[in-house]
């Protein structure tokens, strides 16, 4: 594997490092009496950028893993809201989407022909990445405090 600049999978694979690190700007508004069935509503909208900071991918080092997304910026859109049918019991809704730039990577490893087997020693070029969105959407039950303080969650 050295002949081919590859590391082993004891030279690097147990590596610490800082992931991708996200900022989110958000705006939040709980309306009251709004409902007689209901003690309020709370309505929160978040928007930040995902700066990416975790380890890429590494072609010299096929054992180590990423902690990220392989050096993409994104965008998260972040919509939450919350139910209080009373002072202990919520029903919360949550949906997301994370959107993501494009990214070019040098000397990355490709086949030149589709018979071609083996990643050792494959021609190295510039490629554009392109990520797929993610999507994210959920609902759960709280009961807050329903038995000397325990609280359960399930969603």
């Not at 009496?33 to 700066?51: H, N, Q």
């Not at 919360?92 to 994370?98: D, P």
């Not at 022909?113 to 609902?139: H, P, W």
Request: proline share 3%.
């Amino acid at each position: 594997l050295a002949a081919y600049g590859i590391k082993d999978y004891k030279s690097e694979s147990t590596k610490t490092s800082l992931a991708d690190t996200t900022i989110l700007l958000g705006w939040q508004h709980s309306f009251y009496d709004f409902e007689d069935w209901l003690d309020y509503l709370r309505v929160s909208i978040k928007c930040g950028v995902l700066f990416p900071k975790g380890n890429h991918k590494s072609h010299s080092s096929p054992f180590l893993f990423e902690n990220g997304y392989n050096g993409h910026y994104g965008f998260p859109i972040r919509l939450d809201v919350i139910f209080g049918l009373s002072d202990d019991i919520y029903v919360g809704a949550y949906s997301g989407i994370m959107l993501f730039c494009s990214k070019t990577h040098d000397g990355y490893p490709v086949k030149t022909d589709i018979r071609q087997s083996g990643f050792i020693n494959l021609y190295k070029t510039s490629v554009n990445e392109k990520k797929g969105n993610i999507f994210d959407l959920g609902a759960y039950l709280k009961l807050d405090h329903f038995f000397k303080g325990l609280s359960a969650l399930a969603g």
